[in-house]
Nanobody, 124 residues
């Protein structure tokens, strides 16, 4: 399983970015997918997850601002990030798992496959 993120960059506070994660080597529709983020001073944080049936789960810090979606035909996962703040600055990673419960959708230890990450920087 190979995952490749893209779409990161630098934006001003209040701006938007859309991250993408392309997968190869998997039957995309059979996997749960999620986005995580990491800054050096904090533990890795689950941002948003999407189950095989399309159910989604978000961290409280991003609810109403971020939207996770998937296009199974294109083997691609997305994270639309709106109204960004400097606190959203981090390295963002996508991850895949063949199965997880809804409550575990954004628990990093449930995901064995990870991308290399894409940096998001939000300036005030």
């Amino acid at each position: 399983v190979q995952l490749m993120e893209s779409g990161g960059g630098s934006v001003q506070s209040g701006g938007s970015l859309r991250l993408s994660c392309e997968a190869s080597g998997v039957k995309w529709s059979s996997y749960c997918m999620a986005w995580f983020r990491k800054v050096p001073t904090r533990e890795r944080e689950g941002v948003a997850g999407i189950a095989r049936d399309g159910a989604t789960r978000y961290a409280d810090s991003v609810k109403g601002r971020f939207t996770i979606s998937r296009n199974n035909a294109k083997n691609t996962l997305y994270l639309q990030m709106d109204n960004l703040t400097p606190e959203d600055t981090a390295m963002y990673y996508c991850a895949a798992a063949q199965w997880t419960t809804y409550s575990d959708l954004i628990r990093s230890n449930k995901y064995p496959f990870w991308g290399q990450g894409t940096q998001v920087t939000v300036s005030s």
